[in-house]
């Protein structure tokens, strides 16, 4: 049975939308500036593909060099042919869609852009399916390094069915890294039915609290928030129609590693980056709370050093320490114990009877 939700989008991308300049709202869309290698890329992506992106961030993680990439939603293929780029010649990106008009225009510039990048043959390849249905697809599993996937999730009913298959095709070791709008609370069942406010990425966001379950539940137990900004809804009518909900564009990254924590806790670690990775020759930033300087002894929790120690980063990297010795939850992650609070309360207050 096909996914309303991507039934619903399938029309409003195919059919109601000319192109990015026909959208009502700036939560399909991306503010973040790229750095100087995708920025360098995008120069390389075909006009028309380019005026067909509905994206709202970058999804292009570091150290992609001969990596095998699948993007969920690759629509009309603009992060495909960037990232067909930073995997080089030697790379492989997959992109799945299911919306015919989207996967047209991808496939008829594949030629055009083999050209401009100067391959011997092309590194891409499209294919037309449903993303909530990825293993009937016929891909194995553990056969993608990186898997990413921009503002689309949102736009299907069956996410879980997203998360789990995108864990089962990942290797070991590999990431999910993905752009997707998200709400501040659990939206009213009404605005679902909405086609407009669905088609613009809205009606659809995932309350961001009950996304960090999902994302639990389905293998990935410590959801990384990379980068995150505020939407304005600038149409009255579609303002009026979500009430007070506010909404937000976020990136995250997920990794498939077993038996990750589902609290920061302090082992005493640390690592130190070596640099190498292009792009963060400096800083590396794996995620909103953590930009390491190059050389300089970085403390970290378990859970990050086994996300750079099992990872493709691991090369770029010296680690320090083990699990040997446990130190509580690591300083500054929110998670106090109870007890001095409660022990508190209940000593008598002098004189109180």
């Known amino acids: 049975m096909e996914d309303g939700g991507l039934a619903n989008a399938r029309d409003y991308y ?24 995708v ?4 120069r390389r992506v075909h006009p028309e593909v380019e005026a067909r992106y509905y994206g709202c961030g970058l999804v292009a993680p570091e150290k992609l060099e001969g990596a095998r990439v699948l993007d969920l939603g690759c629509g009309a293929g603009r992060d495909v042919y960037v990232l067909a780029q930073l995997v080089g010649a030697g790379g492989a990106v997959v992109g799945v869609d299911a919306t015919p008009e989207q996967l047209s225009i991808a496939r008829d510039h594949g030629e055009w852009h083999r050209e401009q990048f100067g391959y011997c043959r092309s590194n891409v390849d499209f294919v037309d399916g449903d993303i909530t249905q990825l293993d009937t697809l016929g891909l194995p599993p553990e056969l993608f390094d990186v898997i990413v996937s921009n503002c689309v999730i949102n736009l299907v009913e069956n996410k879980a069915a997203v998360f789990a298959a995108a864990r089962a095709l990942l290797k070991p070791g590999g990431e999910f890294y993905f752009a997707d709008v998200y709400a501040e609370r659990r939206l009213p069942e009404a605005l679902k039915t909405d086609p407009v406010l669905h088609g613009e990425c809205l009606a659809g966001a995932l309350y961001w609290n009950d996304f960090q379950h999902l994302a639990r539940a389905s293998g990935f137990p410590d959801p990384r928030l990379v980068k995150s900004r505020p939407l304005a809804i600038g149409d009255p009518a579609l303002a009026a129609s979500l009430g007070a909900a506010r909404f937000y564009s976020a990136t995250y990254r997920l990794f498939n590693i077993p038996d990750l924590e589902p609290a920061c806790e302090d082992y005493g670690q640390a690592v130190i980056y070596r640099g190498g990775v292009s792009g963060a020759e400096t800083v590396f930033e794996l995620d909103a709370h953590h930009q390491i300087e190059t050389g300089k002894v970085f403390a970290v929790c378990g859970n990050t050093w086994r996300m750079l120690r099992e990872s493709r980063f691991a090369p770029h990297f010296d680690f320090i320490g083990d699990f040997a010795r446990h130190f509580g939850i690591f300083p500054g992650c929110g998670a106090e114990a109870p007890f001095a609070k409660a022990e508190a309360m209940a000593i008598p207050a002098p004189g109180c009877c």
């Open 39 to 42: 920025e360098a890329a995008l």
């Open 14 to 37: 195919g059919k109601v939308l000319g192109g990015s300049r026909d959208l009502r709202t700036d939560a399909c869309s991306t503010a973040e500036r790229p750095g100087v290698l």
